[in-house]
């Protein structure tokens, strides 16, 4: 089950201002992705994020398509809602107010994976 990556650049010393809009965040209506055509394309498993400095960086744990989660998320009112009280505190201004907005962002701030390991497809040496 794969993982991304998605970062955010975003003004020092607001990491707990920033805390507290995600302790607020409206969880997605559905973890099911669906493609173009509305046919399940994925599952959202989990995510978690995380801040240091300027730079904060969301992870999510997912199943299936990776262009579907961008689909998916800028559909959600919760997603957009947090992007309006997240704009103050980013170091640059983007343009997520609509789906295809957000998906852009999400498509241009994935970050490169390099490495996944997990105990079912690399287990250890006994």
């Known amino acids: 089950m794969?993982?991304?990556a998605i970062t955010y650049e975003v003004?020092?010393?607001?990491?707990?201002?920033?805390?507290?809009i995600f302790a607020r965040f409206k969880r997605v209506d559905t973890p099911v992705l669906r493609d173009e055509d509305g046919r399940e394309a994925g599952r959202l498993l989990g995510t978690a994020v995380f801040i240091k400095?300027?730079?904060?960086?969301?992870?999510?744990?997912?199943?299936g398509d990776f262009a579907a989660i961008g689909r998916h998320m800028g559909?959600?009112?919760?997603?957009?809602?947090?992007?309006?009280?997240?704009?103050?505190f980013l170091a640059a201004r983007r343009d997520t107010g609509s789906a295809e907005g957000f998906?852009?962002?999400?498509?241009?701030?994935?970050?490169?994976?390099?490495?996944q390991l997990s105990a079912d497809t690399h287990p250890t040496s006994a």
Do not use: W
């Open 2 to 4: 794969p993982y991304a």
């Open 11 to 20: 003004k020092p010393g607001h990491e707990d201002e920033i805390a507290d």
């Open 53 to 63: 400095d300027t730079v904060m960086v969301r992870v999510i744990h997912y199943e």
């Open 75 to 88: 559909r959600q009112e919760g997603v957009h809602l947090l992007e309006r009280e997240l704009a103050p």
């Open 103 to 115: 998906q852009q962002y999400f498509r241009n701030a994935a970050m490169r994976c390099i490495s």
